[in-house]
């Protein structure tokens, strides 16, 4: 039986440019060892040797092979738009690695070179590919005859490779060239100086026409002077995708190119919004000089002499940044910090950095699609508008419609929204990608009235209809962008397709080798990465030493994305986030991101569960609280997919980790509503070490929200739960709020009792703190019982952990309650001190609640009312507002000589409890107690104040409700 035909393997047949450089040995024959077979087979080996990796290093193949020459091809298989470049360059690089070859007799030989550019048929068969004789014969052909008429060590070079190179390099005609099949002589040229610089130009998208945008510009490079002169600037540019923000950017970069200053360059990602910090970073790495391939112990060599050289080599600043660039060491000094604290330790030290780059020469900072970064990056960039007045600094921001800056107030900050272009413009940016003699008016009518000025819909509409062909003028206009893509992904050669779409699950930028994990057909992925670079549908690019390959557009990335079907979308996930593991095995914490957004769009629910909820846990290290939050709500909708029971425990820890930063936010009501749907889950499985969390959190959600008779039973099933498993801190959280909802019903011994066995549990646990909050409930217990020593020492001892852990809020709540304190003891300009350190310290609107209110027990018609808090919340000064509560309230009674000058004011008095007539009362005794000099009113005032002052509407959680509704 015949063996079966082998499979018929696809053809495809290209017209492709190439430029042919032909080169010949020239002085050979005349060589001593020249007749001796053994020598000559050396030197030609080592010859041969040497060009083939020459020509292959600037993407050339090696077409013929003589004894003393070769013809060398650019632009086949791949192509390139730079071939004659490329082409020159390997003729100005081989004679240069010959003097440098090991076998020495290769510096005697002197090379004659042509070179001619043209058009060839490439016939691809598989992964093979072949030139048409035919067609190559022309180009090789006057490659060939160059290289005749060229002398030793010559290169000449042809008109049609003259007009590619246009003004790259100075060259010189040297004639002109009679060739058979020419009817006229043709101008040959040579070059006058070498090629300059080490590598081949940037294989970046083809300068396109600039139009319409001068006005823009002009207010740009005003800026930008201003900012040269220590006046910092702020530019925001808005408008929607494709309008031309990055075209007027990168126009504003090259006409600054030769100016004096720092360029650094950020993007928001579409998929960054669970990744804290993540412009920050690239830029980072730009303005220290850092690349990811250099080894760490490297980068932290050089981070350090960076650093050093801006005067910002503090232990400090080195700990921040290797922290934001996830290279510190296990113990970097910072791990003891609240996420709070760490978070203004970063925007600090990048504050200082900077403004030290500006001080060397003027800094441009790019940060470009605002409305994708996360708001750890917000805060940051917040911080930086603030900075940029006094500096020699221009920022310069783009995002689309929707996105709210609260900095554009800012009398240095100038938003500039870009319009679509006038009709000329728009006609001249489509002649500028198809001449007129090419384009029809119809056409050319058709599409100025589909794009309507917008940048991107005219380059795209020309570009597409230029490859459909123009001449019979049938063009069809797509009707939107889409359209636009779509029709040109469909004029690129299949695999070059297919290859785009599978590149387009990876982003907007992407690197080779994790494409190349990727990609399952025989192609190879270079060769259509050129094909896709000669499309202009990507450009290559370097950012922070690497290489990569970037959409022309994020709208080509985004249709190519969406044109794949779902199924195969998720293959291509999975074996991202597979390949990811592979290559940054040991070291997945660099990657966390990007395995969290691939696995998180497989039907792998496990890894997406495990990796969002680690990117929620880095996000709440850096306070970043919102991104946390979508983290874990999107973990939440893959872990629903699990089986039962690891579903159930899933979800319920992901629930308390999204708990923690609500609370954290002050959104209580949305606390409650996220537990409360889990409460079957939650019973169902019995783990005591998720019961108690749960418990504890559902008890002081409901204390905060006045829902008084759920708290205790909660606390209770807490305790339960965390004695089970001996589990302290939970057992230290359920003590503090049963403390805390005492103190707030008017019982402050239990209140004590509590907060003491609270700290019992706490004290070894190294939660600080939850420790430091103990203490400060029983201080608050115990003032209110006339122990003023005891709630003096016990709100140093939460003062003192607020210091040591740079948690503002616990400083807030201590130096809150001493100033109260002060003020029932008549030290009223004590007081007044502690109070607005307080407030100062107050960071989130449930610790403006007290920052705000107790200064008010010090002076007149600051506080008494929900009105006061709000006032003091939204940033009116808490201390001085006579118009919010007329007349004195009753604790200022307390803290002055000599009876109550009003009547009305007692109300103010009330924190929300219906016993407050004894907290008055004790008030008044505490001072006895203590013996201090001065009257205070009689206990008969103090009643009529509490009498005065009938039980208020609401609960006792009414005070924390407030500040969380703020």
Not at 712 to 723: E, G, I, S
Not at 888 to 899: I, N, V
Request: aromatic share 6%; net charge neutral; hydrophobic share 45%.
């Amino acid at each position: 039986m015949a063996p079966p035909a082998p499979a018929a393997r696809p053809l495809h047949v290209e017209r492709k440019p190439v430029t042919v450089l032909s080169c010949r040995v020239t002085n050979l024959t005349s060589q001593p060892w020249h007749d001796d077979p053994v020598a000559r087979s050396a030197v030609l080996s080592a010859f041969w040797s040497t060009a083939l990796r020459v020509v292959e290093q600037y993407g050339g193949t090696v077409d013929t092979m003589g004894d003393d020459s070769f013809v060398a091809l650019f632009g086949v298989p791949v192509a390139y738009e730079d071939h004659a470049w490329r082409a020159l360059l390997v003729a100005h690089r081989l004679p240069q690695a010959l003097q440098q070859a090991a076998e020495t007799r290769l510096t005697a030989l002197s090379l004659g070179m042509g070179i001619h550019s043209g058009t060839v048929i490439a016939w691809y068969v598989g992964n093979d590919v072949r030139v048409s004789p035919a067609e190559a014969e022309n180009a090789v052909a006057l490659a060939c005859r160059l290289q005749q008429v060229a002398a030793p060590r010559c290169l000449l070079l042809s008109e049609a490779t003259r007009r590619l190179l246009r003004d790259a390099m100075p060259l010189q005609k040297q004639g002109m060239l009679q060739v058979a099949g020419h009817d006229e002589p043709l101008a040959v040229y040579t070059i006058l100086t070498e090629p300059t610089g080490a590598e081949a130009p940037s294989l970046g998208p083809r300068p396109r026409c600039f139009v319409g945008r001068a006005r823009e510009l002009a207010l740009l490079h005003e800026r930008f002077c201003q900012a040269q002169a220590g006046q910092g600037q702020v530019v925001a540019l808005v408008g929607e995708a494709g309008i031309g923000k990055s075209c007027l950017l990168a126009e504003f970069h090259r006409r600054v190119s030769a100016e004096c200053c720092t360029f650094l360059e950020g993007y928001g990602l579409s998929y960054g919004i669970t990744q804290p910090y993540g412009p920050v970073r690239a830029l980072l790495w730009q303005a220290c000089g850092l690349s990811p391939a250099e080894g760490a112990d490297t980068l932290i060599a050089k981070l350090r002499r960076r650093l050093r050289s801006l005067a910002l080599d503090t232990e400090q600043a080195v700990a921040v940044c290797l922290r934001l660039l996830d290279l510190s060491p296990a113990a970097d000094g910072l791990e003891t910090l609240t996420p709070a604290a760490l978070q203004a330790r970063f925007l600090e030290v990048l504050g200082q950095l900077w403004v030290r780059l500006s001080e060397e020469r003027p800094l441009v900072v790019v940060l470009e699609n605002l409305h994708w970064i996360d708001q750890a990056s917000q805060a940051w960039l917040a911080a930086l508008v603030e900075r940029v007045a006094g500096a020699a600094i221009l920022l310069l921001l783009t995002y689309r419609p929707g996105y709210h800056a609260p900095w554009l107030t800012k009398s240095y900050v100038t938003q500039i929204a870009l319009r679509p272009l006038g009709s000329a413009e728009s006609l001249a940016l489509v002649h500028a990608i198809v001449p007129p003699v090419r384009l029809p008016a119809s056409v050319a009518q058709q599409i100025l009235q589909r794009a309507e000025g917008h940048p991107f819909f005219l380059e795209e509409l020309a570009r597409a209809a230029a490859e459909q062909g123009l001449e019979s003028g049938t063009f069809t206009v797509p009707a939107t962008i889409q359209d636009v893509i779509m029709a040109r992904l469909d004029q690129l050669p299949p695999a070059a397709k297919r290859l785009l779409q599978t590149a387009s699950v990876l982003g907007r930028r992407f690197s080779q080798g994790l494409l190349e994990a990727l990609w399952e057909e025989p192609e190879g992925v270079g060769p259509l990465l050129g094909e896709l670079q000669r499309h202009e549908m990507l450009y290559e690019q370097r950012e922070a030493g690497e290489s990569l390959h970037v959409f022309k557009h994020a709208l080509i990335q985004e249709v190519s994305y969406h044109s794949l079907p779902l199924a195969r979308r998720q293959a291509l996930h999975a074996a991202a986030g597979a390949a990811l593991e592979r290559r940054h095995a040991g070291r997945l914490e660099a990657v966390y991101a990007q395995l969290a957004y691939h696995y998180a769009r497989t039907e792998v629910a496990a890894k997406a569960v495990e990796y969002l909820h680690v990117v929620a846990k880095k996000a709440l290290r850096s306070h970043a609280h919102h991104e946390a939050l979508a983290a874990l709500r999107e973990a939440a909708e893959h872990a629903a997919r699990l089986s039962p029971p690891e579903r159930d425990h899933c979800l319920v820890t992901l629930a308390l980790a999204e708990a923690f930063s609500l609370s954290v936010l002050g959104r209580f009501r949305e606390v409650q509503a996220c537990l409360q749907r889990h409460h079957e889950r939650i019973e169902r499985l019995q783990e005591a070490a998720l019961t108690g969390p749960y418990y504890f959190r559902l008890g002081l959600t409901a204390l905060y929200l006045g829902e008084v008779a759920q708290v205790v039973p909660y606390a209770q099933r807490a305790l339960a739960a965390a004695r089970r498993v001996q589990d302290r801190v939970t057992l230290g959280q359920a003590y503090y709020c049963l403390a805390l909802h005492y103190y707030l019903s008017g019982d402050f011994a239990q209140g004590m009792a509590y907060g003491r066995q609270a700290i019992a549990a706490l004290q070894e646990t190294g939660e600080q703190h939850w420790l430091g909050l103990a203490y400060w409930v029983l201080g608050y217990s115990a003032a209110l019982l006339g122990e003023v020593k005891a709630a003096l020492d016990a709100q140093a001892q939460a003062h003192a952990i607020g210091v040591a852990t740079e948690d503002r809020r616990l400083q807030s709540f201590a130096d809150g309650v001493r100033g109260w304190v002060l003020a029932l003891c008549g030290a009223t300009q004590e007081s007044l001190a502690a109070c607005r350190r307080g407030y100062a310290h107050a960071a989130d609107p449930v610790s403006k609640g007290p920052g705000g209110r107790l200064p008010g027990l010090c002076l007149p018609g600051s506080w008494g009312s929900r009105v006061g808090a709000a006032v003091a919340a939204r940033g009116g000064d808490p201390f001085h507002q006579p118009a919010v509560c007329p007349g004195p309230s009753s604790l200022h009674a307390f803290s002055c000589p000599g009876p109550s000058p009003g009547g009305g004011g007692g109300r103010s008095a009330r924190v929300g409890t219906p016993r407050h007539g004894r907290v008055a009362q004790r008030g008044i005794l505490a001072r006895h107690r203590l013996g201090s000099p001065g009257a205070w009113p009689p206990r008969a005032t103090a009643g009529a104040i509490c009498r005065g002052c009938p039980p208020l509407s609401g609960s006792p959680g009414d005070f924390y409700g407030a500040a969380g509704a703020l």
